[in-house]
């Protein structure tokens, strides 16, 4: 392997190139930004042996990991691509993947170009989880198109597990489901949230209080609309799906309102019991006794999002001595 090589968007794939050359010293890493406010990070990683200006350097590269935004995929795509006479890997880290592998098998004529879809998952705690990197003992989806040949396929395994990340295969439809409903509706909630205190005649008062929890709520809405409008569009029945999920709990929650009694309180109590078992690793089933086949190890797929050190020890204490209902909200009345 002659060139490793990254065009960046965001901290993440950025994270993800310092921590691939810091467990391979020998690998000549070079990279290209798509994020002016990445620039200084990147100069200051110190880890790159070149940072160029123009993607058609990309055509003598062999392995090229690409983070970009789903609206510009194909076109910085097709800059690597064309006039590209070397055999050459792509791992495409953007979201809506079907869309992805269905362009790549239908527009890529080139036998010398193998294409990978991907997705690592990463823990924005690994601090407080006491493990290396955000990525140690997480899990690298891959969604290989139908030309990868086999040279690179063990490349990209030898360069994931000397991160300990776990290779792991996924079907690009069961991505795309999974990431509607975990990325796509939360933040198309926040941008309701959002729009509709700001049209509300009190905002100017309301927005004082607007703090923390609002905040937290609302920070999807900061997602660029048109990609977040470009990954709908390519994943429109899952996303469609997964709202109208939504649209019904949010009924359920409004027919609660109405009875003004236990049933809301029933509510809340299975919604704080609901977010307990993901924090705690308990996926699956209500009673936490039987993960679901379908969803990966939840250890492996948080993804970091433990919100303090106090649930990280709950989980400790939970794995120790074996108990399921550390997640069963206490009843005060």
């Not at 050359?21 to 798509?34: A, G, P, R, V």
């Not at 433990?306 to 120790?320: A, F, P």
Request: hydrophobic share 35%; proline share 2%; charged share 25%.
């Amino acid at each position: 392997m002659s060139v490793l090589s990254f065009i960046l968007s965001s901290n993440e794939s950025l994270e993800l190139a310092i921590e691939i050359k810091n467990k391979n010293k020998n690998l000549d890493i070079q990279c290209f930004s798509l994020e002016q406010k990445l620039d200084k990070q990147i100069k200051e990683s110190n880890v790159f042996n070149k940072i160029h200006k123009n993607l058609k350097d990309f055509h003598s590269h062999e392995i090229v990991f690409v983070d970009s935004l789903v609206k510009f995929r194909e076109g910085i795509l097709n800059q690597i691509i064309d006039n590209s006479t070397k055999d050459k890997l792509i791992v495409d880290l953007s979201p809506a993947k079907n869309d992805a592998i269905n362009w790549a098998n239908s527009s890529i004529n080139n036998e010398k170009i193998n294409y990978v879809s991907a997705y690592p998952i990463i823990n924005l705690n690994y601090k407080l989880s006491k493990v290396d990197s955000m990525f140690t003992e997480q899990q690298f989806l891959l969604m290989p198109s139908k030309n990868v040949n086999e040279r690179f396929f063990n490349i990209l395994i030898q360069i994931i597990e000397s991160i300990e990340m776990e290779p792991y295969f996924m079907e690009p439809v069961e991505f795309d489901s999974y990431y509607g409903a975990t990325n796509v509706i939360p933040k198309l909630i926040s941008y309701s949230i959002i729009k509709y205190a700001e049209e509300s005649s009190s905002w100017g008062e309301m927005s004082k209080l607007a703090k923390n929890e609002f905040n937290y709520s609302t920070i999807g809405s900061l997602t660029d609309p048109e990609e977040l409008f470009e990954i709908i569009k390519r994943t429109n029945d899952l996303s469609t799906h997964w709202f109208n999920q939504i649209n019904k709990e949010i009924s359920n929650l409004s027919n609660s309102f109405e009875n003004k009694g236990q049933l809301l309180l029933d509510y809340l109590i299975k919604g704080w019991e609901s977010r307990m078992r993901w924090e705690l690793g308990v996926t699956g089933n209500n009673d936490g006794s039987a993960p679901s086949s379908n969803i990966l190890s939840s250890g492996q797929t948080m993804a970091g999002f433990l919100v303090s050190e106090g649930l990280i020890q709950k989980r400790i204490d939970m794995e120790k001595s074996k108990s399921k209902d550390l997640w069963k909200y206490k009843r005060t009345k």
